[in-house]
């Protein structure tokens, strides 16, 4: 099969770039550089011959239709997206263009490329989603793929349009695709702005460790390296006009993660005082949803795919990862936004 990735250069494309590379998939990355890709994150599959890069925009058309006239993939797989709601706070217009134009033009090109090659059966076009445009759940309860769609935050909700987009080319225009929507990944090569990483670079370096309000919300803690498994066992066995719901069945608190990290690093890098004494409570986010859970009843009963990580294990694996590639994130510190409080606008 030939896969056509967008966004390959990111945090969670770039884990399934790596993996299906291995695999043996032939991949085309299609991505636009923009501030949170990161070259490097896919460099041990760069030279690989099943391997090929096309820097484009997926707002490009032309573009577009140039790369899939060039490399005819058997599926595409779009996880380009703009991701970090404290930005959508303060510049919504980059979420609005790239999640939802971004979206409409990706299958545009897709639907001319699928009807020019006579409409085959066993193109698939994936859309990759997240679990936050159902909001926000009380103590109990789980999203399922019947939840209603509640977004929050600009992010959440340009996520929630560009889904709709995916359903309605499958309905109105029979486009095959498949649609997943996912819980918080955290792992290797994740972009260090979001919480997990922005608690072990504050760590290494002795600064404040910043938790939003208490620490009360809580999120589903997926591996991205399951999530690139699951993700490749939808595009292949997933239903047509199906979604799955992808969760890594590790529900924790904020609070609790971060102490967790601080106790995986007081035995790796011990300090003169526990890495915990630099926690600090500090305002909460704008609309912070209280509490996201996944059902993944139906990835495992029709797929059978479950997580193989635990929250523990995957914390211990991601701040080792951390520890072992300085270079990697050193690298990234000094990009627009990162190291500093963003989302505090409104």
Not at 42 to 60: L, M
Not at 64 to 72: D, F, G, I, K, S
Not at 254 to 280: F, S, Y
């Amino acid at each position: 099969m030939k896969l056509l990735v967008t966004g390959g250069a990111g945090f969670i494309g770039s884990a399934v770039v790596r993996l299906a590379v291995e695999r043996g998939y032939d991949v085309v990355n299609l991505d636009a550089l923009t501030y949170a890709a990161c070259l490097d994150n896919i460099a041990s599959v760069a030279d690989d011959p099943r391997y090929a890069f096309e820097h484009v925009d997926i707002r490009d058309r032309p573009a577009l239709a140039r790369v899939l006239a060039a490399h005819e993939p058997d599926a595409m797989m779009h996880l380009a997206a703009e991701s970090h709601v404290d930005r959508s706070i303060d510049g919504p217009g980059d979420f609005i263009e790239t999640n939802i134009t971004g979206t409409y033009c990706l299958l545009e090109a897709a639907r001319a490329f699928w009807e020019g090659k006579g409409r085959p059966e066993a193109f698939r076009f994936h859309h990759i989603s997240t679990d936050e445009v159902f909001g926000s759940l009380g103590d109990t309860g789980q999203f399922t793929e019947e939840t209603p769609y509640a977004p929050n935050s600009p992010y959440s909700a340009s996520k929630a349009a560009s889904d709709h987009l995916v359903r309605a080319w499958h309905e109105t225009y029979g486009l095959p695709v498949v649609m997943t929507n996912c819980s918080n990944n955290y792992g290797p090569y994740h972009f260090p702005e979001k919480l997990i990483p922005v608690v072990i670079l504050n760590a290494f370096a002795g600064k404040p460790i910043p938790v939003y309000g208490q620490g009360e919300n809580v999120r589903d803690w997926l591996y991205v390296e399951d999530h690139a498994d699951a993700l490749l066992t939808v595009l292949e066995r997933g239903a047509v006009g199906r979604s799955y719901n992808i969760g890594g069945e590790n529900e924790a608190r904020n609070i609790d993660l971060v102490r967790m990290i601080c106790t995986i690093l007081d035995e790796k890098r011990p300090g003169q005082a526990p890495h915990a004494d630099l926690i600090e409570f500090v305002a909460d986010r704008p609309g912070h949803d209280l509490r996201y859970a996944i059902d993944p009843s139906r990835i495992a009963g029709e797929l059978g795919w479950r997580p193989s990580v635990t929250l523990e294990q995957g914390l211990e694996k991601t701040v080792q990862w951390f520890l072992d590639n300085e270079a990697w994130w050193r690298a990234l510190q000094d990009r627009k936004g990162v190291g500093h409080r963003l989302g505090v606008t409104a």
